[in-house]
Antibody, heavy 118, light 106 residues
């Protein structure tokens, strides 16, 4: 069955770089797009960016200067790196599968909580 | 950038009632809207896509409607397990979410 699972550090210091991994199973990264979506505590959802099935990437313009998404298809993993973290980057980070390649999210990981604090 | 505005921010409903929540796009998005349900501590779940299509396994008490800039999500005969946040999302291009509507049960 389709599964996505995020992993990474729960605590990051301000100004440092966040590195997260999304490990997927039940589908191929060369057939589906995978996106990252985040959610500050008690707030709504924000789309961050995507890794397309063909290896192309696109990013939220508000985060583009700090964000990088990459992948390792042999390991079924998609990676997120975001630098210059601040306290308002605190939140739950989700990876999600794109059904049909139209930014429609049918499967989500459980999410990983990231706290930016010294 | 397109902005998705949801209303109301919260609503308190009794079991068995019918509830309608709204999502307004700042530009015409056709039928390119999805709705998600998120319960506390859980990931969002896809309910409705292309404005009015129910996703696999979604109960038929959930109905989506609208086109262009104005969209609705209606829940007929609300059940206790429907207490959640509901988010609309623009599909295609840069996906954008609304701020959500919180549905509480009296």
């Amino acid at each position: 069955q389709v599964q996505l699972k995020e992993s990474g550090p729960g605590l990051v210091q301000p100004s440092q770089t966040l590195s997260l991994t999304c490990t997927v199973s039940g589908f191929s990264l060369t057939s589906y797009n995978v996106h990252w979506v985040r959610q500050p505590p008690g707030k709504g959802l924000e789309w961050m960016g995507r890794m397309r099935y063909n290896g192309d990437t696109s990013y939220n313009s508000a985060l583009k200067s700090r964000l990088s998404i990459s992948r390792d298809t042999s390991k079924n993993q998609v990676f997120l790196k975001m630098n210059s973290l601040q306290t308002d980057d605190t939140g739950t980070y989700y990876c999600t599968r794109d059904w049909g390649r139209y930014n429609l999210f049918d499967y989500w990981g459980q999410g990983v909580m990231v706290t930016v604090s010294s | 950038n397109i902005v998705m505005t949801q209303s109301p921010k919260s609503m308190s409903i009794s079991v068995g009632d019918r509830v309608t929540m709204n999502c307004k796009a700042s530009q015409n998005v056709g039928n390119n809207i999805a709705w998600y349900q998120q319960k506390p501590g859980q990931s969002p779940k896809l309910l409705i896509y292309y404005a009015s299509n129910r996703y696999t396994g979604v109960p038929d008490r959930f109905t989506g409607g609208g086109y262009g800039t104005d969209f609705t999500l209606t829940i007929n005969s609300v059940q206790a397990e429907d207490a959640a946040f509901y988010y609309c999302q623009r599909i295609y291009n840069s996906p954008t979410f609304g701020a959500g509507t919180k549905l509480e049960l009296k």
